[in-house]
């Protein structure tokens, strides 16, 4: 069993950074896809971006292709997502997942973290 924790959330301004991390207990993250999404008040949850462990491959939503970049550290144990140029639009709780998959799917996706919430203010 693992079971992941997400962190780095907070209020900034529009252009801002943030940089959220993701770290695993338990279980390591071999062998799966990690992934991060994001839920808005009233909205489903949205794909953002995933990172393969073994090989560091990776995939974006194009919302933020060229903004964000997922990273993981093995020593670590952990996977993040470095958020540049941050829009009002990316104010949503972001959550970490794993899947055995390469996928976009959430329900693909399982060991959902508690999330932490990103405003980003206008």
């Known amino acids: 069993q693992v079971q992941l924790a997400e962190s780095g959330g907070g209020l900034v301004q529009a252009g801002g950074s943030l940089r959220l991390s993701c770290a695993a207990s338990?279980?390591?993250?071999?062998?799966?896809?990690i992934g991060w999404f994001r839920q808005a008040p009233g909205k489903e949850r949205d794909f953002v971006a995933a990172?393969?462990?073994?090989?560091?491959?990776?995939l974006y939503s194009d919302s933020v292709k060229g903004r964000f970049t997922i990273s993981r550290d093995y020593a670590k144990n952990t996977v993040y997502l470095q958020m540049n140029s941050l829009k009002p639009e990316d104010t949503a709780v972001y959550y970490c997942?794993?899947?055995?998959?390469?996928?976009?799917?959430?329900?693909?996706?399982?060991?959902w973290g508690q999330g932490t919430q990103v405003t980003v203010s206008s």
């Open positions: 997942a794993r899947s055995p998959r390469v996928t976009m799917i959430p329900h693909e996706y399982d060991s």
């Open positions: 338990g279980r390591t993250f071999s062998a799966y896809m």
């Open positions: 990172i393969r462990w073994s090989d560091s491959g990776s």
